[in-house]
T-cell receptor, first 116, second 112 residues
Framework: DGGITQSPKYLFRKEGQNVTLSCEQN?????MYWYRQDPGQGLRLIYY???????QKGDIAEGYSVSREKKESFPLTVTSAQKNPTAFYLC???????????????FGDGTRLSIL | GDSVTQMEGPVTLSEEAFLTINCTYT??????LFWYVQYPGEGLQLLLK?????DKGSNKGFEATYRKETTSFHLEKGSVQVSDSAVYFC???????????FGTGTKLQVIP
């Protein structure tokens, strides 16, 4: 079955440490996204990519980095510069826009990151 | 910029009650509109969508109609079940860049 796989499901970060969250999709989607979810704040866009080797900052990119070396993969690194990384991180993918713009995003099951 | 406003939760209903979750939006262009559902500990799943004015999206007994004149996309279900308990997100998609703007989510609790 096609889908999006995020790993790990739970992750703990020590002070000063960078951690990388994995996101892999086999839906042949062109676009991939990373969101951060905090209680009561909905989803906020961190980074997105519409094509291999290209990506754009979202609304809250500071303290995060991404790469898109393969169409299927879009890992997110939470760097030590992100002072409040505790959150639920969601990866999503979609086809690129069509004439009606109605392409929905497909989501993984998320990674919950906490500080030790 | 684009924005989505949802009614505050949690919404608590008895089984078989009628559900309405209000959603209004602000957009500079002509967006596509979506409702997503999130069950505990999981990612979001698309529930329904509408891409133009007066379109009605429907799925699993849920419905929402794209109202351009009132910039609204309210979610309704005639008879809720305990299994409908989840967080519901209204969202819009910018046609130009495929970015999606989400509301803050509305938690629904259905009690037997």
């Amino acid at each position: 079955d096609g889908g999006i796989t995020q790993s790990p499901k739970y992750l703990f970060r020590k002070e000063g440490q960078n951690v990388t969250l994995s996101c892999e999709q086999n839906l042949n989607h062109d676009a991939m996204y990373w969101y951060r979810q905090d209680p009561g704040q909905g989803l906020r866009l961190i980074y997105y990519s519409q094509i291999v080797n290209d990506f754009q900052k979202g609304d809250i990119a500071e303290g995060y980095s991404v790469s898109r070396e393969k169409k299927e993969s879009f890992p997110l690194t939470v760097t030590s510069a992100q002072k409040n990384p505790t959150a639920f991180y969601l990866c999503a993918s979609s086809y690129l826009r069509t004439a009606d713009g109605g392409q929905p995003q497909h989501f993984g099951d998320g990674t919950r990151l906490s500080i030790l | 910029g684009d924005s989505v406003t949802q009614m505050e939760g949690p919404v608590t209903l008895s089984e078989e009650a009628f559900l309405t979750i209000n959603c209004t939006y602000t957009a500079t262009g002509y967006p596509s509109l979506f409702w997503y559902v999130q069950y505990p500990g999981e990612g979001l799943q698309l529930l329904l969508k509408a891409t133009k004015a007066d379109d009605k999206g429907s799925n699993k007994g849920f419905e929402a109609t794209y109202r351009k004149e009132t910039t609204s996309f309210h979610l309704e279900k005639g008879s809720v079940q305990v299994s409908d308990s989840a967080v519901y997100f209204c969202a819009l998609s910018d046609r130009s860049y495929q970015k999606v703007t989400f509301g803050t989510g509305t938690k629904l609790q259905v009690i037997p």
